[in-house]
């Protein structure tokens, strides 16, 4: 990619109508990992008007054979969640206390099943825990944020979080829970300038005017959230561009658990493998791998050793360890990605259960997921934004490099006091 260029990514709402699908899903999944941390959960949903449809594979190893809808309310928990998005004007064709919810589940497959679980089985080579499916994940960093994030879609997400925040004070009644954002950012010698670009459309209620939304968001949203130094005479803002957003949600658009992987991940800047997250238990690698390519992606910019840094790894499903990984710093390392790449394999683990150890995954933590990216946020339960192999990695590194290169890293270290490549404020 050329050092001088615009980058866009978009962000959406609670209300949207995938998300709306992603938090029932994440709920549900919750829900189970509460009742018994060993479930095993693949819960999709679909919402169009005033229907919800649940369908999955779902197994509570402690009820037995016993249906989990006996024990889980999957119709309260789906009402649940669009109370809580704020489904509940009485206008809403898609509201919480209206829809008619169907749930089609099933337990999960057996040939899944002995994959997964750490036993021996017929045909398979080894007793440990296995992927629960074949899959690439990547994980992603970069020193452009405090959060090291991505700078677009961070500002996108922000923008978002301050609708949804302005929305449930009760503050501002003409709000709605669709909507969507979208920043696009100008990069000068690879670096965040500029914001060239805003767009921001938010699900209103009929009586107010276009002229006063356009106002309210660019005054109190965009203006708020958005760094002064960042916006220009010349940055566009593009608020509800039809002009009209009362109908929104799933009256006016099918939603379904997944479509939105790259909003839920770094907005297009790094790469996907084509998992989708929510409704996902941590045995489902799409989801906990993920995680934990983040989390060895943000350790090694955290301890300085690149400013940029994607890792991928890939699995076969029923095998424990990882069939590939690779680091790539893009140019951005104090030293080779060969070596980075040795010093992570040496400081984390990639088989299944010992990222789920590891992150702490077996807990009823993954509605906090859900919005705003499944990445960047300051959650002590979030445990995959923990910095805390930052020393490890650079022990690792050093062990493997020359005198020189590990004078080159040390140097780079003392950077991290705060003297090293300027942030975007939070």
């Given at each position: 990619?050329?050092k001088?260029f615009?980058?866009?990514s ?6 949207h109508?995938d998300?709306v699908c992603?938090?029932i899903s994440d ?6 990992l509460?009742r018994?941390p060993?479930?095993?959960v693949a819960?999709?949903t679909y919402?169009?008007s005033n229907v ?8 509570i190893p402690s009820i037995?054979t016993r249906?989990?809808s006996e024990?889980i ?5 789906a009402r649940?969640?669009?109370?809580d998005?704020g ?6 064709v898609?509201?919480a ?5 169907n749930c089609y589940i099933?337990?999960?497959s ?9 036993r021996a ?7 440990e825990?296995g ?8 994980g992603?960093?970069?020193d ?5 994030m ?6 996108a ?5 301050e ?8 503050t501002?009644k ?9 920043v696009?950012?100008q990069?000068i010698?690879g670096?965040?300038t500029?914001?060239?670009?805003v767009?921001?459309s938010?699900?209103h ?5 276009h002229?006063?939304?356009e106002?309210?968001?660019i005054?109190?949203v965009i203006?708020?959230?958005?760094p002064?130094?960042m916006l220009t005479?010349e940055?566009e803002f593009?608020?509800?561009p039809t002009?009209?957003?009362v109908?929104g949600g799933?009256?006016?658009?099918t ?17 996907h ?5 929510s409704?996902?238990?941590?045995s ?7 995680y934990m390519g983040?989390?060895v992606a943000k350790?090694?910019v955290?301890?300085?050793l690149a400013?940029?840094c994607?890792i991928?790894?890939?699995y076969?499903?029923?095998?424990p360890h990882?069939?590939?990984v690779?680091v790539d710093?893009?140019g951005t390392?104090?030293?080779s990605?060969?070596?980075i ?11 299944p259960a010992?990222i789920?150890k590891q992150?702490?995954l077996?807990?009823p ?5 859900t919005?705003y990216?499944?990445?960047g946020k300051?959650d002590p339960d979030i ?14 590194v050093?062990r493997?490099t020359?005198?020189v290169?590990a004078?080159?890293l040390k140097?780079?270290a ?7 490549r300027?942030q975007?404020?939070?």
């Amino acid at each position: 990619m050329s050092k001088n260029f615009i980058f866009s990514s978009e962000s959406v709402g609670e209300g949207h109508p995938d998300k709306v699908c992603d938090t029932i899903s994440d709920y549900i999944l919750d829900a189970c990992l509460a009742r018994d941390p060993k479930s095993r959960v693949a819960c999709e949903t679909y919402a169009k008007s005033n229907v919800v449809v649940i369908g999955g594979e779902i197994t509570i190893p402690s009820i037995g054979t016993r249906n989990p809808s006996e024990v889980i309310d999957f119709v309260g928990l789906a009402r649940q969640a669009i109370r809580d998005i704020g489904y509940t004007h009485p206008d809403d064709v898609f509201h919480a206390d209206k829809v008619f919810v169907n749930c089609y589940i099933t337990g999960q497959s057996e040939d899944i099943k002995r994959g997964v679980d750490a036993r021996a089985a017929e045909g398979k080579k080894t007793a440990e825990q296995g992927a629960g499916d074949q899959g690439l994940m990547f994980g992603y960093a970069c020193d452009e944020t405090p959060e090291l994030m991505p700078a677009p879609i961070m500002f996108a997400h922000r923008l978002g979080r301050e609708l949804t925040r302005l929305r449930k004070s009760g503050t501002v009644k003409w709000l709605r829970p669709d909507a969507k954002s979208q920043v696009s950012v100008q990069y000068i010698d690879g670096k965040p300038t500029r914001i060239t670009n805003v767009v921001v459309s938010t699900q209103h209620s009929p009586d107010v005017k276009h002229s006063k939304i356009e106002d309210f968001i660019i005054r109190h949203v965009i203006k708020k959230v958005l760094p002064a130094d960042m916006l220009t005479k010349e940055t566009e803002f593009l608020i509800n561009p039809t002009g009209r957003f009362v109908i929104g949600g799933p009256q006016g658009d099918t939603g379904l658990t997944g479509r939105k992987i790259i909003v839920d991940t770094y907005g297009g800047m790094g790469r996907h493998g084509g998992g989708a997250f929510s409704g996902k238990d941590p045995s489902k690698v799409d989801r906990s791998a993920a995680y934990m390519g983040r989390y060895v992606a943000k350790n090694i910019v955290a301890a300085k050793l690149a400013s940029r840094c994607e890792i991928q790894f890939a699995y076969a499903i029923g095998h424990p360890h990882p069939v590939s990984v690779c680091v790539d710093t893009f140019g951005t390392g104090v030293v080779s990605d060969e070596v980075i790449t040795r010093a992570v394999r040496e400081v984390f683990s990639f088989k299944p259960a010992d990222i789920i150890k590891q992150l702490d995954l077996l807990r009823p933590i993954f509605a906090k997921t859900t919005n705003y990216g499944h990445f960047g946020k300051d959650d002590p339960d979030i445990t995959w934004e923990k910095t805390d192999k930052v020393e490890a990695l650079r022990r690792a590194v050093n062990r493997s490099t020359s005198p020189v290169a590990a004078s080159t890293l040390k140097r780079a270290a003392s950077l991290a006091n705060g003297r090293g490549r300027t942030q975007i404020a939070a």
